[in-house]
């Protein structure tokens, strides 16, 4: 049974730093793409960065390029997301995924349950 557990989420001042963690288990880590996506109430899931599954590749969306870092530890079967200078509007539930390859694409497999950010003004 496949079983993805995020962790790391909490309420941040505006500027502050999170770093959003994801273990998978019952998979074959090594041998998917991961990635992060966030939902805010109100508003559609988005794609917030991805990764290969040897961690070769790396994508980011526009709004979060040069403040996220997306890593992972095949080793550790987990995946982070180090999240700087955090901003209200990025307030939201963010989602660890399992994509279906070993390559990027929005296809999941398997998706967390969330975890909640909140970043106050």
């Known amino acids: 049974q496949v079983q993805v557990v995020e962790s790391g989420g909490g309420l941040v001042q505006a500027g502050g730093s999170l770093r959003l963690s994801c273990t998978a288990s019952g998979l074959t880590f090594a041998d998917y793409a991961m990635a992060w996506f966030r939902q805010a109430p109100g508003k559609e899931r988005e794609r917030v960065s991805c990764i290969s599954y040897w961690g070769a590749w790396t994508g980011y969306s526009d709004s979060v390029k040069g403040r996220f870092t997306i890593s992972r530890d095949n080793a550790r079967n987990t995946l982070y997301l180090q999240m700087n200078r955090l901003q209200p509007e990025e307030t939201a539930m963010y989602y660890c995924?399992?994509?279906?390859?070993?390559?990027?694409?929005?296809?999941?497999?398997?998706w967390g349950q969330g975890t909640q950010v909140t970043v106050s003004s």
């Open positions: 995924a399992v994509i279906d390859s070993r390559i990027c694409s929005d296809r999941v497999n398997y």
